[in-house]
């Protein structure tokens, strides 16, 4: 079956400091992918997504980039801020009826000012 | 635009009262439902999913059900609680036709005494 595998957490940067977080996956056929973000007490909100290989999502300074010969999505931003605490999910649809999504366990980030 | 709303927001309840958790879902029709539980520090759980009215899928054996009595409300429901049920409920929708990402309610936190 599907599968996302993120790094684990935390991740903890300084303020300013470059952000990957890693995430692979297991798919048949043609997914999309997505990266969620939850703040503390909120629910999800989708950040950005990719709907075909070499795709790029981007969204509030953050991108991912869609490779199928790698199977990645890894989320990347050039420089944190501290509002950017919160947990990132990776996740995937194999657009299947239903539109059920897989998901990653989740990476916390933290940045420190 | 649509939007999600569920409630109530924090529920403390003791072990072995009934449940009962709403979601409802304004400006579209016909979507997508899903119920998602996560435990503290933990990743996405997903409880049930529903494609129309009446039509509840289970992902997951346990003392809880779901049910959607009208097109845009989905209930989550159980006749008593237990300890291990404590957590953060997640409803999301997504469009049956297309983008495939799912767009999550703010969340009920449920603490079970």
């Known amino acids: 079956g599907d599968s996302v595998t993120q790094m684990e957490g935390p991740v903890t940067l300084s303020e300013e400091a470059f952000l990957t977080i890693n995430c692979t996956y297991t798919?048949?056929?043609?997914?999309?992918l997505f990266w969620y973000v939850q703040y503390p007490g909120e629910g999800l909100q989708l950040l950005l997504k990719?709907?075909?290989?070499?795709d790029k999502g981007s969204n509030k300074g953050f991108e991912a980039t869609y490779r199928k010969e790698t199977t990645s999505f890894h989320l990347e931003k050039g420089s944190v801020q501290v509002s950017d605490s919160a947990v990132y999910f990776c996740?995937?649809?194999?657009?299947?009826?239903?539109?059920?999504?897989?998901f990653g366990g989740g990476t916390r980030l933290m940045v420190k000012p | 635009s649509q939007t999600i709303h569920q409630w109530p927001a924090t529920l403390v309840q003791p072990v072995g009262s009934p449940l009962s958790l709403e979601c409802t879902v304004e400006?579209?029709?016909?979507?997508?439902l899903y119920w998602y539980r996560q435990a503290a520090g933990r990743g996405l759980q997903l409880l049930f999913y529903?494609?129309?009215?009446?039509?509840i899928s289970s992902e997951v054996p346990q003392n809880l059900s779901a049910s959607r009595p009208q097109d845009r409300q989905f209930i989550l429901s159980s006749k008593k609680l237990l300890l291990s049920d404590s957590g953060f409920y997640l409803c999301?929708?997504?469009?049956?036709?297309?983008?495939?990402?799912?767009?999550f309610g703010p969340g009920t936190r449920l603490t079970v005494t």
């Open positions: 999301a929708w997504s469009d049956p036709v297309g983008p495939y990402e799912q767009y």
């Open positions: 798919a048949t056929g043609y997914p999309s």
């Open positions: 990719a709907t075909k290989a070499d």
């Open positions: 996740a995937l649809s194999d657009n299947n009826a239903g539109n059920m999504l897989t």
């Open positions: 400006g579209t029709s016909n979507p997508n």
């Open positions: 529903s494609v129309g009215i009446g039509q």
